[in-house]
């Protein structure tokens, strides 16, 4: 089969294509997964250059040449339009299916569709939120065509079938947005190269917003700390708009405000070595369209003790790996720690490992790719 991804997305800081490869590592890491499973990848990206180069088993082409709807509505991205070099391009290669990422793109996916009639279009979620109501008619007939959608976890296309955005009864997979290449590694190195330390040891990776209830982790850690006196987090973000709140709490409970260390924003190349420091990956967030965090935790053998929530219920599959608790039930959350704390690291971190390799690594992405592929294709075919 021949597959063609599709990507409408224009980078705001107009790179390179080879500046974007690097930029964006899972534009060639998902097309190289499902590539390595002996299907034949082609990658049309929007771009602010043209180019057209093979990498790893994958054929990419960037054309600068989308239109936009005139007037206002030029300025967004999902206003965007594939030209008839565009549409052009995609019959010369002949697929077998579009793969088009991002549910954004419905004035994209429409003209796709009808272009090559015959070709089923599989479009993907990437964080997708329902779109306001005045768009929503546009959206819907956008996406009418479409023959299927993947999402990192099926519940999360309820809200976009509820709001009448997405066909109903299109099939529905499940699919990673993509994976990673962190690894494990000793534990005693990377606390000595980060200087975490704790027993137990958590990392915190993400925005500190009110989606990921920062105040219900630290309810949490106030709790556990009672009986684990060793305890600390460490906590790296980026945005943090409830910063002031956070440091409001720590410097109300001095005990707290020991156990819990601000790191800001770090490089995400060092998000691996604090990975490996820890013993547990903790996470409130309210949702989650990817949850790559978790993915890169899991993958350096972190055991993840986070929020039960669709995402994270499809990544540890149910809470076979880690825990689950329900959102904003800091006790709950502490009775977790408590509980993982008693058990042994070696064996936990196996056990992450283990699960990432078996469900969630670009070996298991190319898998669940090829799967839904052949799925569509058939299915169009019997037609």
């Not at 294509?17 to 082609?42: N, S």
């Not at 003209?111 to 009639?117: E, I, K, S």
């Not at 996406?143 to 809200?159: N, V």
């Not at 904003?328 to 408590?338: E, G, K, Q, V």
Request: contains cysteine; proline residues 7%.
């Amino acid at each position: 089969m021949h597959i063609v991804q599709v990507s409408c997305y224009i980078d705001p800081a107009g790179r390179a294509p080879e500046q974007l490869l690097r930029a964006w590592p899972a534009l060639l890491d998902t097309a190289e997964a499902a590539a390595r499973t002996g299907l034949r990848v082609t990658v049309v990206q929007a771009a602010s250059h043209d180019a057209a180069f093979d990498r790893q088993g994958v054929a990419f082409h960037f054309l600068r040449e989308l239109t936009v709807l005139e007037g206002a509505l030029s300025a967004h991205q999902w206003a965007r339009l594939p030209s008839a070099r565009f549409r052009g391009l995609l019959r010369s290669l002949q697929p077998d299916l579009l793969h088009l990422h991002s549910l954004s793109f419905p004035l994209a996916a429409r003209p796709l569709g009808r272009a090559l009639p015959r070709v089923p279009l599989l479009v993907q979620d990437h964080s997708d939120r329902p779109p306001p109501r005045w768009r929503r008619a546009l959206h819907r007939w956008g996406l009418s065509r479409i023959d299927g959608a993947a999402f990192t976890a099926r519940a999360l296309a309820h809200p976009l079938t509820a709001a009448g955005v997405l066909p109903r009864g299109i099939p529905i997979f499940e699919i990673l947005e993509t994976s990673t290449r962190f690894a494990p590694g000793d534990t005693d190195a990377a606390r000595a190269a980060t200087g975490l330390y704790g027993n137990p040891c958590m990392v915190w990776v993400g925005r500190l917003n009110r989606d990921k209830d920062p105040m219900t982790v630290l309810t949490a850690v106030a709790l556990a700390a009672q009986r684990l006196p060793d305890l600390h987090l460490w906590c790296c973000y980026t945005e943090a708009p409830l910063l002031p709140q956070v440091r409001e709490r720590l410097a109300a409970d001095p005990g707290l405000a020991r156990r819990v260390h601000l790191l800001g924003a770090v490089p995400h190349e060092s998000v691996q070595e604090l990975c490996r420091a820890a013993d547990f990956f903790v996470s409130a967030s309210q949702r989650e369209g990817s949850s790559f965090a978790l993915l890169e935790a899991l993958a350096c053998g972190t055991t993840p003790l986070v929020a039960d929530i669709p995402t994270a219920r499809r990544i540890t599959d149910n809470g076979a790996v880690g825990a689950l608790f329900p959102p904003r039930d800091a006790a709950a959350l502490a009775s977790a720690i408590l509980r993982f704390a008693a058990r042994q690291p070696a064996e936990l971190r196996a056990a992450a490992r283990a699960h990432f390799e078996r469900r969630l690594s670009f070996e298991a992405l190319g898998r669940q790719l090829r799967s839904a592929y052949t799925s569509l294709v058939r299915a169009c075919a019997s037609a």
